[in-house]
């Protein structure tokens, strides 16, 4: 269950590859602000041990739309992690009226 592996304490030890997976993959049952805070979590931790690419790259195949406006407004601006401009789609996304 992806749920439980991103909360697991090993989860800020696999490597970048394997992140990168998990966040890119369409079969992921997890809410995906808990995704996000795991692998922001992740970053924290591996951010001696890699590349600001690779973290730049693994933050934009979180699918930011996906997290509630409450949640973008409340968890993740204040991380200063998200994409700007993914994060700025997202509270577009969620500010368009019904049509």
């Given at each position: ?5 991103t ?8 490597p970048?590859e394997l992140i990168?997976?998990?966040c890119q993959?369409?079969d992921?049952?997890v809410?995906?602000?808990?995704l996000?805070l795991a692998v922001?979590e992740?970053c924290?931790?591996?951010k001696?041990r890699?590349s ?12 930011y739309p ?8 409340d ?5 200063n992690?998200a ?10 996304y969620?500010?368009r009226?019904?049509?």
């Amino acid at each position: 269950n992806a749920h439980e592996i991103t909360k697991e304490e090993n989860f800020k030890n696999l490597p970048s590859e394997l992140i990168l997976k998990i966040c890119q993959s369409s079969d992921l049952c997890v809410h995906e602000i808990d995704l996000y805070l795991a692998v922001t979590e992740w970053c924290k931790y591996q951010k001696e041990r890699v590349s600001e690419e690779v973290i730049r790259n693994i933050m934009q195949e979180i699918r930011y739309p996906l997290i509630s406006i409450s949640d973008l407004l409340d968890k993740v601006r204040p991380t200063n992690m998200a994409d700007t401009v993914l994060y700025t789609s997202a509270l577009e996304y969620h500010h368009r009226p019904n049509g």
